[in-house]
């Protein structure tokens, strides 16, 4: 019997203390995924992991590493491919969020009945969508960001402040 695989997403995960590209291959949606109350680590395969703030090189390539969710500020996603599983509400709302090292420009995809003042509050997990965002570092990264991203996923316990745009 062939051995069943699922898709792998190519992925930047920044967290509280690094930055980690690697795969993630999601089970179901990506924010079904990411949300599931049971779950606390987030496996990135051929994960390559640099520390913010320092000048140490990457350690060598890990086959798998695990990352605690609550510490994930944000994962961008830079494959299209990858986008199609990301579920987007139709209420969309040009927003600037501090997001852990990142200063983020982008429209935030919310409820027909949601606003800015209520959307926080409102979301069924910690991780959101924003798209067409406009990134800029807040410290220096080890390996640069692009200036634009078409999907970032947001974990709203690394957005210390936001407000209209």
């Known amino acids: 019997?062939?051995?069943?695989?699922?898709p792998r997403y190519n992925v930047t995960v920044i967290t509280t203390e690094f930055e980690i590209t690697g795969q993630i291959e999601p089970i179901g949606p990506?924010?079904?995924?990411?949300?599931?109350?049971?779950?606390?680590?987030l496996p990135i395969h051929n994960a390559h992991i640099l520390a913010i703030g320092t000048s140490v090189g990457p350690a060598p390539?890990?086959?798998l590493v695990?990352?605690?969710?609550?510490?994930?500020?944000?994962?961008?996603?830079p494959d299209r491919n990858s986008h199609q599983?990301?579920?987007?509400?139709?209420?969309?709302?040009?927003?600037?969020?501090h997001i852990g090292p990142v200063i983020c420009r982008a429209e935030f995809h919310m409820?027909?009945?949601a606003n800015l003042l209520t959307f926080m509050d409102d979301l069924p997990?910690?991780?959101?969508?924003?798209?067409?965002?406009?990134?800029?570092a807040k410290v220096t990264l080890p390996a640069p960001l692009p200036h634009k991203a078409e999907v970032l996923i947001v974990n709203r316990l690394h957005v210390p402040?936001?407000?209209a745009a």
């Open 66 to 77: 695990l990352v605690n969710r609550a510490d994930i500020c944000f994962i961008y996603l």
């Open 85 to 97: 599983n990301v579920n987007m509400l139709r209420n969309v709302v040009a927003a600037i969020a």
């Open 30 to 41: 990506w924010l079904d995924y990411l949300n599931a109350k049971d779950k606390y680590t």
């Open 161 to 163: 402040v936001y407000h």
């Open 61 to 63: 390539e890990k086959p």
């Open 1 to 6: 019997m062939p051995e069943f695989t699922r």
């Open 125 to 136: 997990g910690n991780f959101f969508p924003v798209t067409n965002a406009d990134l800029h």
């Open 111 to 113: 409820g027909v009945d």
